[in-house]
């Protein structure tokens, strides 16, 4: 771009005056979802070219205008962001300081006018200003410490990568070289990592991915809009892609555009959806690969009649103990009332959404809450529980309420069983979703008993294939990102040696590893897995790595993206 390696003269004072303008009009540029970019990127020509002081002097002279902009609803959110970046570039006090000085208010005023993503945003811009500079002295600091010892301590590893300016950097195409070999990131369109979470999800399912890059959809407008991204994920030379058009047609119509919106919601509907568009082309293969068969029995105490609800589902909805404790804000069990009590104090809860296949009850287990397995949670779900007291059952036959025993089976393997677990409990006195932050350990590898109908009972065995974490404090705010593991023999238990892990954090793709997730997810309190995909154990070896015969139109399509791009990064 600049052949002399040097930015100077007329177009660092246009630089300059183009920040200070955006930074200055954050209204008229609140919608325009690539303001962040903008702004990023502009700090990071300067960063690139060695203006450290001027940027600094930017960051001076805008920094209480930002902090006036935090008051004001329509604007907050950019400014939060903006600040963030300050904060974590300015490795002077000062910056962090002038927002310390303002939380009193904005907490304040967040009471009035409830904004839990700003309020997250705002939790996390002081973590990390509280991370950058040990030397602050917190003591006198009262708003400050009761973030601190009120909520957990956030993933600061994805507050400090996702957000600075090294990943906007790449973002940036200046560091296109450490792109992984066949792994496509998406960007972020403004909270849409609930979104590209879910597509690198179901991209990882190889079976599934197979089948959408060889269909013809025609009319069936979200599958072939999802065709386009999984082309693009399989073939495109570049860094990362955006999913603007997928978002536009997959979104459902109650989901606010810009804001964060559950993960697990948005993957049922879009299953959903597809297993609509899918029936109109005669086709069973995504109802096969995803769709759980649940059987639900009811037996009455008084008559001994049972009766049987089938039902099926995307994924199952796993109740998760919630750890007791009680302090400041964060009581987690005050209001709701616990389904079940582990012996050790574990507290169990009964799903948010009002289904009562999830309302299964612990059974009787000594597991110590950091030894706290998802085999555990999974095989309660299917335990026998008494309905008694307010939870009666209504017998048909005896036409009353009456004591009952319930339980679930699974009647069908799914080539692959999505898990997503209750983190979020309802509270009744305060109207809120609250997050469980409860730690357990997620095996590799998933025993799942099935019980087909009218055939012998199965023990099925399942490889553990991606987590999507949530990381933040509330349903509607926060961040989600991919683990996703290619398996390379999906005949095997053992040989896991091969497996290759990534860690897919919207325009960021990084090698990693299970032990690496594991240990991210132990360290940072309010970084949960959310949704889990297992792939069942297969009959053929290259069951997850299968061989694709990608649709010739796509294929052509993506090599003209591929000149394009080449283009692109000559200019
Ligand atoms: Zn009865």
């Known amino acids: 771009m600049y052949t002399d390696g040097r930015l100077t003269g007329d177009r660092l004072v246009a630089i300059i005056k183009c920040l200070i303008d955006l930074i ?31 940027l600094l002097k930017v960051i001076d002279e805008t920094t209480s205008l930002l902090i006036d902009y935090l008051f004001l609803t329509r ?27 303002h939380l009193a208010n904005l907490f304040e005023k967040l009471k009035t006018i409830p904004n839990e993503e700003l309020k997250t945003k705002l939790i996390e811009l002081c973590q990390m200003g509280i991370v950058l500079h040990p030397e602050y002295d917190i ?45 496509v990131g998406i960007s972020n369109l403004g909270n849409t990592c609930y979104v590209n979470s879910v597509l690198q999800a179901l991209y990882q399912c190889g079976l599934f991915r197979k089948y959408v890059l060889e269909q013809r959809f025609d009319e069936r407008v979200v599958l072939r809009e999802l065709q386009l991204i999984f082309a693009e994920l399989n073939l495109s030379k570049r860094a990362y892609i955006n999913a603007v058009n997928f978002v536009r047609i997959a979104r459902p119509t109650w989901f606010t555009v810009h804001e964060q919106q ?83 104090g574990l507290k169990f809860y009964t799903a948010s959404n009002g289904n009562s296949l999830t309302s299964s009850t612990l059974p009787l287990c000594d597991t110590a809450m950091n030894s706290l397995n998802l085999q555990t949670v999974f095989d309660c779900y299917f335990q026998k529980e008494e309905l008694e007291n307010e939870n009666q ?54 025993n799942v008993h099935v019980y087909p109908p009218g055939a012998i009972p199965l023990l099925t065995k399942y490889n553990l294939l991606l987590i999507i974490v949530h990381t933040g404090y509330t349903l509607h705010g926060g961040h989600y990102y991919v683990y996703a593991r290619d398996i390379k023999s999906s005949i095997s238990e053992s040989e896991e040696q091969n497996d290759e892990w990534f860690l897919l954090n919207d325009d960021l793709v990084t090698s990693s590893s299970y032990e690496a997730m594991m240990e991210n997810c132990a360290q940072y309190t309010s970084a949960t897995p959310y949704v889990l995909f297992y792939k069942r154990i297969g009959q053929q070896q290259t069951e997850e790595t299968p061989q694709i015969h990608v649709r010739e139109s796509l294929i052509r399509q993506m090599r003209e993206d591929d000149s394009n791009y080449e283009r692109e990064i000559e200019k």
């Open 262 to 344: 559950d993960c697990a919601e948005f993957l049922g509907y879009l299953l959903d959806t597809m297993k609509n568009e899918e029936k109109a082309l005669s086709s069973n293969e995504i109802h096969r690969l995803f769709t759980i068969q649940t059987c639900q029995r009811n037996r009455c105490q008084r008559c001994s009649i049972e009766s049987y609800r089938e039902e099926s589902s995307n994924y199952l909805f796993l109740p998760i103990p919630s750890s007791d404790r009680s302090q400041d804000n964060y009581n987690y069990n005050q209001s709701a009332t616990p389904i079940s009590v582990m012996k050790n």
């Open 24 to 54: 200055d009009a954050p209204i008229e540029f609140s919608q325009h979802i690539s303001y962040e970019t903008w702004i990023a990127g502009f700090c990071m020509t300067l960063i690139t070219f060695n203006h450290h002081e001027l």
């Open 139 to 183: 003591s006198n600091e009262s708003i400050l410490k009761q973030i601190i010892h009120s909520v957990p301590q956030p993933d600061l590893n994805i507050l400090l990568n996702h957000k600075n300016f090294h990943s906007r950097l790449h973002s940036l195409n200046m560091e296109n070289d450490q792109k992984i070999k066949n792994r």
């Open 75 to 101: 604007t907050a959110d950019n400014a939060c962001q903006i600040l963030f970046w300050f904060v974590r570039y300015d490795k002077r006090l000062q910056t962090f300081r002038s927002v310390v000085d």
């Open 393 to 446: 059952y209504r017998c048909e036959h005896c036409r009353s309420l009456q004591n009952a025993e319930r339980s679930i089976v699974l009647q069908t393997t799914p080539e692959y069983l999505i898990l997503s677990l209750n983190r979020f409990e309802y509270d009744k006195q305060t109207n809120i979703f609250r997050k469980v932050f409860t730690k357990m350990n997620y095996p590799k590898l998933l």
